[in-house]
């Protein structure tokens, strides 16, 4: 009898785990079909708030200096749009010629293949006669390799009215969180009873806020470097239009691994294009992969610390669940976004073990 009851315990309790656990795996279904069907909402509100995480030390330091906060804002704002379209303005035209050149790369490239393919079908010839040598795969691979450029310029023209909405309101919703967000943290530290709970509040906040802008400030001073790096290196070399790569290696290092792959595939093109030696084109991307090994392996730890390390596998996971929720720019804030939640999670009561496992 008290086998039965100590066997029936035991199912009761294996299938309350059982019931918890597809419990959680819902909840967690849940909040990323969230994410993923209100992106429109959920971006901007993100977007802002790293936009204002990376401008509240400069707000806070003209507010010393007695300029109002409202003032302070628009100012670190403006200066960031004005800023950043500039640079876009500097960029657009050479941007736009490499993408008139692509079909020109793609038919290169299909040329390369055909030469490829046909000394294959010599060989082919000779060993085994018999076969039909068409050089339809070699035209398959052509026309492959020329497609789909059309769909990706019609797509980019297509999102750009949108881009632009998303854009003035994440600059709207990012001087809302610099001029009104410490009211709102005053207010909830109000909701609490003892002073004891209010002091720990309020330390939490400050010290959330003051490290994730921290990280978020490094961060980027690391990758404009390493964009002023790749201009500057490129342009020894001779590769055409500089400044758009180190642009692009600022912008696509936000996204680690997978960001400096992509670009070293770009320059690779680059370098496809622009010279004929193997050694020559293979120096592009090259020059690229040693700035970036500098950057990611010795001045990122020195400059970050452990305490901002992160584990690559988990990294890598992490940035295709974002692309898969919202795209290229899930990719690019992934990483701000994963950093941002272990230290929100290392200051509240979690235990050491599931922190750890974020760590490299």
Known sequence: MTSDKVTSAQKRYSLHLASTMAMKILVVLAIGYT???????????????LVALFSSPAVRLMTRIKIPKPLAAALVLSFLVFGSGYGI???????????????????????????????????????????DTSGSDADSVSTAVGSGIVPLLSFIAQATVM????????????????????????????????????????????TIRDDISRYVLLVSVINISLGVATTIVLSIIGVADPL???????????????????????????????????????????????LNIIESQLI?????????????????VWMFIWGW????????????????????LSHLEIPPKWLALLEA
């Open 325 to 344: 929720i919202w795209g290229a720019v899930g990719v690019l804030i992934a990483i701000p976004l994963l950093v941002c939640l272990k230290i929100f």
């Open 163 to 206: 881009a632009l909405v998303q854009l003035a309101a994440v600059v709207m919703l990012a001087y809302f969180f610099l001029v009104f967000g410490d009211t709102l943290m005053r207010k909830l530290v109000r909701l609490k009873s003892s002073l004891h709970e209010k002091k720990n509040l309020v330390q939490m906040f400050q």
């Open 35 to 49: 994410f993923y069907f209100c992106r429109s909402l959920l971006l901007p509100l993100l977007l802002a708030g």
């Open 300 to 316: 990122t730890p020195l400059v970050l610390g452990q305490r901002f390390n992160m584990n690559p596998l988990l990294v890598v």
């Open 89 to 131: 303005s500097l960029l657009y035209e050479p941007a736009s010629q490499w993408v008139e050149r692509l079909p020109l790369i793609s038919h290169k490239l299909a040329d390369h293949v055909d030469d490829v393919t046909d000394s294959i079908n010599s060989i082919k010839d000779v060993v085994l006669p018999s076969q």
């Open 244 to 290: 758009l790569w180190g642009a692009l290696a600022t912008v696509l290092n936000f996204a680690p691994y997978i960001g400096p792959l992509m670009l070293m595939v770009l320059l690779a093109a680059v370098g496809y294009t622009e010279y004929q030696q193997l050694g020559d084109i293979l120096l592009v991307p090259g020059a690229f992969l040693i």
